[in-house]
């Protein structure tokens, strides 16, 4: 069984280090504009990093039951080439494109 699913483990660890990666970049955000917790508000540049880190993980939970859901009852190697380039590509591109309006 281990087998079957060690694609979407690997996927699912990415996703988790693409949060922390988002939450880091808050974090330089709230150092940068010098905004301590748990305000949210502040200059247009940090509330944009905020916005798209809260979007990103508002999300997150309903693509890992997508994931595995899909990954379980139907094949993994299908799954990965359908949800991999979600988590690599366009979620970056999305926060990046967030982050510079």
């Known amino acids: ?21 988002f939450a880091l970049q808050v974090i330089a955000a709230r150092r940068k504009y010098k905004i301590s917790p748990p305000t949210t508000s502040g200059p247009p540049e940090f509330e944009r990093v905020f916005r798209a880190q809260i979007n990103c993980s508002e999300y997150f939970p309903m693509f ?17 080439i359908i949800d991999g380039p979600y988590i690599d590509y366009i979620v970056f591109l999305y926060t990046d494109l967030y982050r510079s309006f």
Request: hydrophobic share 65%; charged share 10%.
């Open 1 to 21: 069984m281990l087998q079957h699913i060690v694609l979407l483990g690997v996927v699912t660890l990415l996703g988790v280090l693409e949060q922390a990666y």
């Open 64 to 80: 890992l039951a997508v994931l595995w859901m899909a990954g379980i009852f139907f094949h993994q190697g299908r799954d990965i």
